[in-house]
């Protein structure tokens, strides 16, 4: 997510000359390549309208390719910077975690995903063999099993909304356009009246105008996909859409902040203006659990 971000500049001189840029290379505004950053935004989510329209359950597919390529993608870039988070068992638990919600549900994942915890700490434990004490272990099984909770669990809890009632669907729709009215309401105000930054420390280029069209077009997407595609209360929309605004800008914060300790500026290049796959997730991880507790409270 990228929602809120500004980035002063202009052209790049030299020698005198004004450089002459390619209008389809030259980022925009907000810090990013924006014909390909929509152009790959307007492809996938037609992909997740087609599945969710004519094949709910291949749903659970798309999570599961999507959480195996962020989370090869965050250990690529924390083994980088010397941090040893086992992959192997990150992938086959984070997998498990997935397809285990087709026929089993909420138990078999959180089963899964302990599972999956006791698995790293002994493979972190005998990764340098039996005679060789391992070096920070402690740090490297914190990081494991928060990228276990970060990214297979919580794509787990996406993949379990489609399976949830009778419209499983349009709950999902309600999260994937609810993430995205967060960005693009964000996006916008961000460039045309972002001047106050909001978290500098974190993520200079966000601002509290940024937030406050998040919370406008989050709300205002909230109560049409609740009514319209729910036939709920708007009320209930109102709730989801503020919730999810939330979760989506703390989601990115909370990348912002990961990429910094690493000194990285996106987690991959994927994704054509965007980043990579887990550059696209970090909003979308932690509003599906929002989604799922909210909705599951209401009806």
Known sequence: MRDHETTPGGPVTAGGEATQQQPDKRPSKAGR??????????????????????????????????AAIATWEVCERLRQGGID??????????????????????????????????????????????DATPRNYTRDMAVGVFVAAWIPLFASIGALLVFDGDNGAGKVLCLMIGVVCSDVGGYAAGVLLGKHPMVP?????????????SLLFGVVGGVLTVTLILGEAWWIGAILGAVIVVTSTLGDLVESQFKRDLGIKDMGALLPGHGGIMDRLDSALPSAVAVWVVLGLAF
């Open 33 to 66: 390549n924006l014909p390909a950053a929509i152009g790959v935004g307007v492809a996938l989510g037609a992909l997740i309208i087609c599945v969710l329209l004519f094949a709910p359950t291949a749903w659970v597919a798309v999570v599961a390719v999507a």
């Open 85 to 130: 988070v086992p992959l192997v068992p990150l992938l086959i638990g984070g997998q498990a975690m997935i397809w285990l919600t087709w026929p089993y549900g909420a138990s078999a994942t959180f089963g899964a995903f302990a599972v999956t915890v006791l698995v790293l700490m002994i493979w972190r434990l005998v990764s340098a063999g039996l």
């Open 201 to 213: 420390a974190i993520s200079p280029k966000k601002s509290w105008e940024g937030l406050g069209g």
